[in-house]
């Protein structure tokens, strides 16, 4: 049975890195379905959020593939009852004035920031959870998306 798995990388913060760990998982044959880098508080480390779908045995081996590249520092499996993830969505939607009242109505259940609207688009923020995102994709399946953009899932352990 393939379940949803985040795990967490730290790793030091030079070219190449990214690329080895993504060979990892295409030489297996194991999907990313979600990725997000990005530097630490520390500019010597990255942290790398993948959400892969796998067996429990292939995301155990994959887990210790990942241990062993050299520039990786710590490998970590993130339960999710026992995590934050959020994901950051950009959305540009066709939006004449006349739909504009649709669109707004269609958003008042989530805290959707507005950082550009112009006659014809508008362009909205929504950092949430996964399902949240989706669920927000899913209030506007009615409107023209003309563009979309995705970090994918960032996270840290609660524990």
Request: proline share 3%; charged share 25%.
């Amino acid at each position: 049975m393939n379940n949803a798995w985040l795990i967490s990388l730290l790793v030091n913060n030079h070219s190449g890195v990214l690329m080895r760990v993504t060979a990892l998982f295409s030489r297996r044959g194991y999907n990313i379905a979600s990725l997000s880098v990005g530097e630490t508080h520390d500019p010597t480390l990255s942290r790398i959020t993948i959400e892969t779908r796998t067996d429990g045995a292939g995301v155990r081996q994959v887990m210790k593939q990942l241990a062993k590249l050299e520039d990786v520092q710590k490998v970590a499996l993130l339960p999710r009852a026992e995590a934050v993830e959020m994901e950051l969505l950009l959305i540009k939607l066709v939006a004449s004035s006349a739909r504009r009242e649709a669109i707004l109505d269609a958003l008042k259940n989530y805290a959707v920031q507005i950082p550009y609207v112009d006659e014809g688009k508008i362009i909205l923020q929504l950092t949430d959870t996964p399902e949240r995102c989706e669920a927000f994709l899913e209030a506007l399946r009615p409107f023209t998306i003309s563009e979309l953009c995705r970090t994918g899932i960032t996270a840290l352990s609660t524990v």
